[in-house]
């Protein structure tokens, strides 16, 4: 071998020994593979996205969201307060489509789980009746398809419920009739203050409620003496807020509903393709969220149930202060599943004529301008974002609900 081959290849190896150990090393290889699997990942997309813009200009559309700053052209039957009117922008649909999406998603969750704990709890009741009636109602729903309870519930709604005219007066103020309930509702200044009094007590019931934990855990750890932190923050960060706000509503001026013509003019409205989509996907939602919570009460020990008995405790408070806080370990993270189905399943509103984000740029918008590309980016962004949201906050809720080991 030559000098100058030696003296290449000593020069070489130290080199290949560096590549050798960073490519051997597991974590570093991993590192490596991930960052190369996520550079092709964005070419493939990238190359997708320059070629959709392509065809776009190809066919004179070009790819472009100023859309979304021209008139809308279309009315929405429930705006939630927005000030809107078919000369309205694109983008105002969207927040108003926005805003009906996260009312039936929100109203959906607390009602959902409400029945949901109800029947759980139902279905492990000792009586032969009501644990069979439970029953046969979760395998009903789980069982038939949620597009055809929302068309239920709603035909049911609309051919149950007199005409504007025959509307049942219920203590001659609110009407209810084929077109929703009409309820008077605060003047639009006072309403908005309202809104912000209302988030404000709830901000600061949560604040409080945190402290007041940990203080009536450190009472309890030192004294033994408990407090009923749940009923107490409950009334902090619920109750407290809502009595605020309505007694701030009640020294305040009002627009009551009037029949003028064929319909109701003033005042508010509930629609009933908004009341049908929320009872239809909460009876839906409740069937799964049931046996969820059926099956996390049954995952905690009896030990942990006869222990309590033992002590004298109550049935009543055994279940609440012992068995369901070990069962939600369990149940948090399937719920975590349904939690994001009611969300995604809203977009069937589009079915009933409920205008959320689906029916309002993902549809309407979506045919008028024939923006297909930009509209749906726009919806899928938005399903992301809710679906994300969710996710963190139950990912949060169940850190801090799991067992620490020490």
Request: aromatic share 12%; net charge positive.
């Amino acid at each position: 071998m030559s000098e100058q081959t030696v003296d290449s290849y000593t020069a070489a190896a130290p080199q290949r020994n560096v590549v050798s150990r960073i490519w051997n090393d597991k974590q570093t290889r991993s590192v490596i593979v991930q960052i190369i699997a996520l550079i092709l990942l964005l070419l493939f997309f990238g190359s997708m996205v320059r070629n959709a813009i392509a065809n776009l200009e190809a066919l004179g559309k070009g790819f472009s969201f100023s859309f979304l700053s021209t008139a809308s052209n279309y009315d929405i039957n429930q705006k939630l307060g927005w000030e809107y009117d078919s000369r309205s922008p694109h983008i105002k649909a969207t927040l108003v489509g926005i805003s009906n999406t996260l009312l039936v998603a929100v109203s959906g969750i607390i009602l959902s789980t409400v029945l949901g704990f109800i029947l759980g709890v139902l279905r492990l009741s000792k009586n032969w009746l009501t644990n069979k009636l439970a029953h046969v109602y979760i395998e009903y729903v789980r069982n038939v398809p949620v597009l055809l309870h929302i068309l239920l519930v709603h035909g049911i709604l609309v051919h149950s419920l007199p005409a504007p005219r025959e509307s049942k007066d219920l203590a001659e103020t609110f009407f209810l009739n084929k077109r929703g309930l009409f309820l008077p509702t605060p003047e639009t200044p006072f309403l908005g203050y309202a809104i912000l009094l209302f988030f404000g007590l709830v901000l600061a019931g949560l604040v409080f409620s945190y402290f007041f934990k940990r203080w009536a855990q450190r009472i309890q750890d030192e004294t033994g003496v408990g407090y009923p932190v749940f009923w107490i923050n409950l009334f902090a960060y619920l109750v407290l807020p809502i009595l605020v706000t309505v007694g701030f509503l009640l020294f305040v001026g009002w627009e009551q509903p009037e029949l003028k013509g064929f319909n109701f003019r003033g005042g508010g409205v509930i629609r009933p393709e908004f009341m049908a989509l929320w009872l239809a996907l909460s009876f839906y939602t409740a069937a799964f969220i049931g046996e969820i919570v059926r099956a996390g009460i049954t995952a905690v020990s009896k030990g942990q149930t006869e222990a309590s008995l033992a002590l004298g405790i109550p049935r009543g408070k055994t279940l609440s202060l012992v068995v369901i806080p070990q069962a939600l370990r369990v149940i948090v993270p399937p719920l975590t599943s349904q939690y994001l189905n009611i969300t995604k399943n809203s977009s069937l509103a589009i079915a009933i004529g409920y205008m959320d984000i689906t029916a309002t740029i993902g549809g309407i918008s979506l045919n008028q301008t024939g923006r297909e590309m930009e509209c749906m980016i726009i919806v899928m962004a938005l399903y992301l974002t809710f679906s994300l949201l969710i996710s963190m906050f139950m990912n949060w809720y169940n850190s801090r609900i799991k067992l620490v080991e020490r």
